[in-house]
């Protein structure tokens, strides 16, 4: 009798602990998949939030890191994209609304596009998006997959098209001249730099790969992505071929 009783406990605690671990394989805790996005009021998503640890350290990231033009063909999660547009441009102090790049006199000119391709992040509908900072969120700005358009407007290079994602970080110089005059100019073209730089060595830490694009025809890009102030960068990032460190 007591055997079975045990039997029979066992049976149940096993029976409960595998249905824990469903319930927490739907909510992500497992695996990185996101089963369905959502776009409240059909136009903006609230991102996963950041995480603040990583296998690489920062001086291995700084070692390691390339400007690499060849991809894996595989999609980037919708938690991968989050952490590298936190890197780009996140709130890193909430009772300043600093950011994760330094900014001249917290001017903050720069807006962050994303332009998603067919099957480029995972459950996320092509098109191009803006990164919302304040909200950790992405706005849709149009739906569909711009690009082949983007590989165009940046002279034919291929890694645009081949890429996951492409970042195209756009300036609005006013915020910072309206304060700096045309001294403005240089700080805007500096920070820009420190934006790529923390998406280079955020991809290092992801197991993704990126290069900063400046050769493109800024009409070109300004009417594919549409939004905010003239084009600087493109950023096209995929998952790496290989990995960083064995
Ligand atoms: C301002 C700037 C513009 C660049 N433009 C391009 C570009 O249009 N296409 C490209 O493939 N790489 C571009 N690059 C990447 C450089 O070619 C690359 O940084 C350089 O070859 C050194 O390699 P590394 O980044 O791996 O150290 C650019 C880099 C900078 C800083």
């Known amino acids: ?6 039997l029979a406990g066992l049976a149940s605690l096993a029976a409960a602990v595998l249905a824990g ?11 990185e998949k996101v089963e369905e996005v959502e776009m409240s009021g059909g136009r903006r998503l609230k991102l996963p939030e950041p995480s603040y640890r990583s296998p690489i350290s920062i001086e ?28 780009s ?10 950011r994760s790049a330094p900014s001249a006199g ?5 807006e962050v596009y994303v332009v998603v391709k067919e099957g480029g992040v995972e459950a996320l509908d092509p098109g191009v998006y803006h990164y919302l900072p304040g909200s950790h969120e992405i706005e849709l700005v149009k739906p569909g997959d711009y690009s082949r358009d983007l590989m165009r407007a940046a002279l034919r290079q291929e890694w645009v098209l081949e890429a996951a994602v492409n ?20 700080y805007v073209y500096m920070e820009v730099g420190h934006v790529g730089q923390n998406v280079y060595l955020q991809c290092v830490s992801l197991g993704l790969a990126c290069v900063v694009i400046g050769a493109f025809y800024d009409d070109e890009v300004k009417r594919i992505v549409g939004g905010m ?14 990995p960083w460190i064995r």
């Open 21 to 31: 671990f469903v319930a927490l394989t739907k909510l992500n805790f497992f695996t």
């Open 89 to 98: 441009q996140g709130i890193t102090q909430r009772s300043t609304g600093f």
């Open 1 to 6: 009798m007591r055997r079975r009783a045990f």
């Open 106 to 110: 917290a001017t903050y000119p720069l």
């Open 229 to 242: 102030g003239e084009p600087l960068y493109i950023i096209p990032v995929g998952v790496k071929k290989e």
């Open 60 to 87: 291995e990231a700084i070692l390691v890191r390339r400007s690499i033009r060849e991809y894996a063909d595989k999609p980037v999660t919708l938690k991968q994209l989050s952490q590298i547009l936190w890197s």
């Open 167 to 186: 970042l195209v970080i756009n300036a609005v110089y006013e915020r910072t001249t309206r304060v700096y005059g045309e001294r403005g100019y240089r």
